[in-house]
């Protein structure tokens, strides 16, 4: 074969073009049209492609540069989301708190009190925590419409794959570049979360077991966010359309969200107490059932409080019902992360069976 | 492999999208030889982007195999430049913006000089700059045109070995393509580079070119050069009779005056008078009567 086998060799670009205005003239000539608009020239002076290599050969193509300035917006509205989520809470616990404080203290005691600062403390928090667990349907949005969509449908991603970069390496670059800012992003949310969620528990209504709060309070979160990601760039790959992308993918999360709601209770053993007089499980536990044993078998439909009266009534009654005795079925609060780090687990094997399956496609679909 | 390396070859290819709806491309065999000015033509839909698109590696094959610069299209990559037809840009860049894209893309031969020449030096006769692109501009804001300009830079830039051009003239203005045409035929003479440009518009390559490739219903219908392509066929007049021997491409007529266009098989008789067709009339013959048999001229396909 005569022609140089690949472009990273200095000699095989520089020796086809010799004769020509090369490093040094590029920066006049382009630089001389440039200095029209002083931004753009400003800009170009401080950039990183005006050193030596930038206008001749050596180096490996930069896609995740390339990626950034694509989605340098998007980029822009993520972080200012996280700061104004933190934002709120840092105001929520540390400067509305008192007043709810106070609202409570006078309230010891009163049969009628208004609690209008205690609510509105509860909502800010919940809100917070409802836009941190969902933060995942508005990723895989971007994901499926705009960053990988939108490029497969107007043809730019063709365009980078014909520059220097494999439509692999463009997928991971894409990914990677998304990745990165999501995992800090959420990591951030999250902490933050933690924090002012168990400032004052006495003014919130929410309990660890609701579903936002439940997501909102650890990696979960950033799992959610990466696999709304990968299926975006599944959904984009498949359907090469974006907003077909954007409504399946967002679909998608959701569906998988919904799911794992429901199951949640099951992803990890609970326990169960039985006892031979009708008990209530701790309020902060998590009881997902309870009623009576009858002939030895737990029976749901019939409840703890079904024999009353005096001593001697409940014991003819639970005889008669040939009840002996009663149980609960619940998650202890200490049962959390064993419950959260199961859920973050399947959604990461989502995550990447459906990022494995973007490539496999994208590699199958090009040459 | 042949003296020369081929900048491009196809052995056998072919493109079906669903099994119900038939061939895009079928089986079309043809080589390119390194340092050609070559012409795709054809009319809409006769496969010419998908030809393009195989051979830049965006989509892959049904059947058969395409290679460019003597290896798959993956491989050669970063060493051919590729400017589809709808010229997609990222539309919330700067031109100068796509530029810099441009280099962080093809960081091992970028030449930001090649690229600026196509996008900012527009040489009018009076000095006149009016057509030169301003660098701040956004590519949301700019004309087909002015598009298709910023497109070619990016090809530029890269020094490729192959240029694959989907329909570069269509959204330029007469000046614009003279100047396009001009910088291309300065690209090929000076770095030897490979030239693929295709065009509906048979007549508007005419001349510019040294190689050609006619495409008609997804199949090749004639490749070679030119001039040796219209060496080969002769436009017949006279009294109707037989055209044995000879390959007709098109004939028509009355009973009594018959034309032809043919490959002469041998010496026509003396009853026919002869005339040299134009590459139009021979190319319009061949989309005009899908039956007639396609020619490659010698050289350019592999033994």
Not at chain 1, 35 to 55: F, L, M, W
Not at chain 1, 236 to 244: C, D, G, H, T, W
Not at chain 2, 243 to 253: N, P
């Amino acid at each position: 074969m005569s022609a140089a086998t690949a472009g990273d060799t200095p000699g095989g670009a520089a020796g086809r073009s010799a004769g020509t205005p090369r490093a040094g003239e590029a920066g006049e000539a382009g630089g001389a049209a440039e200095a029209r608009t002083a931004k753009e020239a400003a800009r170009e002076g401080a950039g990183s492609d005006r050193s030596p290599e930038g206008g001749r050969t050596g180096g490996r193509a930069r896609p995740g540069v390339a990626v950034l300035r694509l989605h340098r917006t998007a980029l822009l509205v993520w972080g200012g989301y996280v700061l104004a989520a933190v934002a709120v809470l840092v105001w929520t616990v540390t400067v509305t708190a008192d007043a709810a404080l106070r609202e409570q203290a006078r309230c010891v005691g009163e049969p009628v009190c208004g609690i209008a600062a205690t609510l509105a403390y509860g909502d800010r928090i919940g809100m917070v925590a409802t836009a941190v667990c969902y933060g995942f349907l508005v990723v895989a949005a971007f994901a499926g419409g705009a960053l990988f969509g939108r490029e497969l449908e107007n043809g730019t991603a063709h365009l980078v794959w014909t520059q220097s970069v494999s439509p692999a390496r463009w997928l991971a670059a894409e990914l990677a570049v998304a990745a990165l800012p999501l995992l800090l992003g959420s990591a951030v949310l999250v902490l933050s979360f933690r924090w002012a969620w168990s400032a004052h528990r006495e003014l919130l209504g929410t309990d660890w077991t609701f579903a936002d709060v439940f997501v909102a309070r650890g990696p979960a979160t950033a799992a959610y966010c990466l696999c709304a990601l990968a299926v975006g760039a599944l959904a984009a790959v498949v359907l090469r359309r974006a907003l077909p992308a954007l409504g399946v993918s967002v679909a998608s999360v959701l569906a998988l969200n919904l799911v794992l709601d429901g199951f949640r209770p099951s992803l990890w053993p609970h326990v169960t107490r039985t006892a031979r007089t009708p008990f209530e499980v701790s309020g902060s536990a998590w009881q997902i059932e309870n009623g009576a044993v009858v002939g030895g078998r737990r029976t749901a439909e019939l409840g703890p409080h079904l024999c009353d009266g005096t001593a001697a009534e409940v014991r003819r009654c639970m005889a008669e019902g040939d009840i002996t005795g009663y149980y609960a079925a619940y998650h202890p609060p200490s049962h959390f992360w064993p419950l959260h780090l199961a859920e973050t687990g399947i959604v990461l094997a989502v995550a990447a069976l459906a990022t494995g399956a973007a490539f496999l496609l994208l590699r199958h679909r090009t040459a | 492999m042949s003296e020369e390396t081929a900048a491009l070859k196809a052995v056998g290819l072919g493109l079906r999208y669903r099994r119900r709806r038939g061939h895009v491309l079928r089986d079309c065999s043809f080589r390119l030889p390194a340092g050609r000015v070559c012409a795709l033509v054809g009319p809409n839909g006769a496969g010419k982007s998908t030809l393009l698109s195989l051979a830049a590696g965006l989509i892959r094959p049904t059947e058969g195999t395409v290679h460019v610069l003597g290896t798959g299209p993956a491989e050669a990559r970063e060493r051919f430049a590729y400017v589809a037809q709808d010229k997609p840009l990222p539309p919330q860049l700067t031109v100068a913006g796509t530029l810099r894209l441009g280099a962080d893309l093809n960081r091992a031969r970028w030449d930001a000089a090649a690229a600026g020449r196509i996008a900012y030096a527009h040489h009018a006769p009076d000095g006149d700059r009016s057509g030169s692109l301003d660098p701040g501009a956004r590519i949301r804001s700019l004309s087909g045109g002015q598009r298709t300009r910023v497109a070619l830079a990016l090809a530029f830039g890269k020094r490729p070995e192959l240029m694959l051009l989907d329909e570069p003239m269509a959204d330029l203005d007469p000046l614009a393509r003279r100047e396009l045409l001009g910088a291309l035929m300065g690209e090929a003479a000076e770095h030897g580079t490979t030239i693929v440009l295709s065009s509906h518009i048979v007549t508007e390559l005419d001349g510019a070119c040294d190689h050609l490739l006619l495409m008609g219903g997804g199949r090749v219908r004639l490749a070679g050069d030119p001039e040796e392509l219209v060496a080969a066929h002769t436009l017949l007049t006279g009294p109707a009779r037989d055209l044995t021997g000879h390959t007709v491409v098109e004939s028509r007529g009355t009973d009594r005056q018959l034309t032809a266009l043919v490959r002469p098989g041998g010496p026509p008789g003396d009853d026919w008078r002869t005339a040299a067709p134009s590459l139009e009339e021979v190319l319009l013959a061949h989309l005009r009567n899908p039956g007639a048999p396609d020619l490659v001229t010698e050289g350019t396909v592999n033994p």
